[in-house]
């Protein structure tokens, strides 16, 4: 079992919806990133959280710590968000990214 | 843009050589990461390199090995090339450790035929 997982693996939406997507981890963490993949590869960071929630923009992302699960909600959403949205844990401030595999979202107009 | 620059872009190698990448870190970061991304998985941490000097390792053989200058821009090496080392390699560069915010750069397509 990976330490990181999201589900759904790969989501469609119609432009306007609520989108949420969701992290869950096996392991003790000192912080949680979601992160941005466009095709072509460049990764964008998004948030960087340890505990409750954070808004930038359309996005939230939100964070459990008693439940090691993460999700992040896009709002009123448009096809420029059609990306992989990447979930990553730290353990400690010297510990590696363990990543999850990414899900693919497509958001048609 | 992140202000992470990676070179080069593209890369097609053949088994059994041997390949330097490199990445310029944001102004200011005195951290950069090397991560290895097959196509459709999640980034695998390589290592980290803090003030020239490495600060933590992945699961990868001898063979893939780094270094960080003193302007804090790095290389990543991968001697004796094997197909499955065909990825996308991606740096990013902090400020300090895993719980600062990490900048990506585009990454380097690397093909081993």
């Known amino acids: 079992k990976n330490e990181v997982e999201q589900s759904p693996q790969n989501l469609t939406a119609q432009e306007g919806e609520f989108i949420t997507i969701n992290c869950s981890y096996s392991?003790?963490?000192?912080?949680l990133h979601w992160l941005q993949q466009h095709p072509g590869g460049g990764i964008v960071s998004l948030f960087m959280?340890?505990?409750g929630k954070k808004k930038h923009g359309r996005l939230i992302a939100t964070i459990n710590i008693q439940e090691k699960h993460s999700s992040l909600h896009i709002t009123a959403s448009h096809p420029r968000d059609s990306a992989v949205y990447i979930c990553a844990v730290s353990r400690g401030a010297n510990s590696k990214l363990t990543f999850g595999k990414g899900i693919t979202l497509s958001v048609r107009p | 843009e992140t202000g992470v620059t990676q070179s080069p872009t593209h890369l097609i190698k053949t088994r059994g050589q041997q390949v330097t990448l490199r990445c310029s870190s944001q102004s200011g970061h005195n951290t950069v990461s090397w991560y290895q991304q097959a196509l459709g998985q999640g980034p695998q941490f390589i290592f980290q390199y803090y003030r020239e000097e490495e600060n933590g390792r992945g699961n990868f053989p001898p063979r893939f090995s780094g270094l960080q200058f003193p302007n804090y821009s790095s290389e990543l090496n991968v001697n004796a090339l094997e197909l499955d080392d065909s990825a996308l390699y991606l740096c990013?560069?902090?400020?300090?450790?895993?719980?600062?915010?990490?900048?990506f750069g585009p990454g380097t397509r690397l093909t081993v035929l």
């Open positions: 959280l340890s505990s």
């Open positions: 990013a560069s902090s400020s300090g450790g895993f719980t600062d915010t990490q900048y």
């Open positions: 392991v003790g963490i000192s912080a």
